[in-house]
């Protein structure tokens, strides 16, 4: 599991919702899946209302990042590692 | 169920007692305190701590850098707060090494907050109090839907609106 500022990574949305980047998720990618809040990928605990959407384009993940200043961010960050994790361990919608 | 007998159930208190009588130094309460652009945050978290400390509950903040340094220095001499956290390492502290705390205040004025407090209700299974500030302050408190009993009032500047709510949940050492 890497560190996400050592990654690079792509911020799709910025300064956002959280439910403005699930919506962006829904509409934009056909793989989706749910984890609980706290979810760990790279070094990072997802913060988010459940059900915290996450999505999968090919070995890219797409995830909420949020911080209390700043809202919330939808990052894109290519990992073969963490999108096995979650084909293996998430619930698919 | 009111905060009092929830307090008093979580940390097996009896809140009529006086709190130097009680042997309860190991149980803390959790202050996770949001963006401090709001300048009433500071405020109402040194006086909901204070609360707890004049009940016997041991006060942790949680907060971002700015957000550790106000409290640190409004609170120099640690009368209100035992400690002080990192905002990140603590929930990582809740999630991988199973850190409770059984009483939790999420201070919230915009969609981040509400992010925070679902989060904290989903990592640990504490009684959460939600408490809501800022001018958009009711839409804010709408979008948490998790079941529990929210301090919600309309303030920015002036923190009485805010006191008030929070004297009306924080009934037990008045």
Redesign the interface.
């Known amino acids: 599991m890497g560190c996400l500022d050592k990654l690079p990574y792509e911020v799709l949305l910025r300064h956002s919702?959280?439910s403005e980047c699930r919506d962006y998720l829904k509409k934009n990618y056909n793989e989706i899946y749910t984890v609980?809040?706290?979810y760990?990928i790279f070094d990072v605990?997802i913060?988010?209302?459940?059900p915290v959407t996450v999505a999968l384009d090919d070995n890219i993940v797409i995830f909420p990042f949020?911080?209390?200043?700043?809202?919330?961010f939808l990052v894109r960050v290519e990992s073969e590692e963490e999108a096995q994790r979650l084909r293996k361990g998430s619930k698919k919608i | 169920m009111e905060i009092k007998s929830e307090i008093s159930a979580s940390f097996n208190l009896d809140l009529n007692t006086d709190p130097k009588e009680q042997n309860n130094t190991s149980k803390s309460a959790l202050l996770v305190?949001?963006?401090p652009?709001v300048p009433l945050q500071t405020t109402a978290v040194l006086y909901i701590a204070a609360r707890l400390k004049r009940a016997g509950i041991n006060t942790v903040i949680a907060?971002?850098p700015?957000?550790r340094l106000l409290i640190k220095y409004a609170d120099f001499e640690g009368h209100y707060i035992d400690e002080i956290k990192d905002?990140?390492l603590t929930?990582?502290a809740?999630?991988?090494k199973g850190e409770r705390y059984p009483l939790c205040f999420v201070f919230i004025h915009?969609?981040?907050?509400?992010?925070?407090a679902?989060?904290m209700d989903?990592?640990m299974e504490s009684a959460i109090y939600p408490v809501i500030f800022g001018s958009n302050a009711e839409d804010v408190s709408a979008?948490i839907?998790f079941e529990c009993e929210k301090i919600t009032a309309i303030a920015a500047h002036n923190p009485k609106p805010l006191i008030n709510a929070i004297n009306g949940v924080m009934e037990w050492d008045a």
């Not at chain 1, 949020?66 to 919330?72: A, D, L, M, Q």
């Not at chain 2, 915009?110 to 925070?116: E, F, I, L, P, T």
């Open positions: 919702s959280f609980a809040p706290g760990k605990h913060i988010g209302v459940p949020t911080k209390p200043c700043h809202g919330t | 305190m949001g963006c652009q907060g971002t700015s957000a905002l990140d929930i990582e809740i999630v991988d915009n969609d981040a907050g509400v992010s925070y679902a989060t989903s990592i979008q839907t």
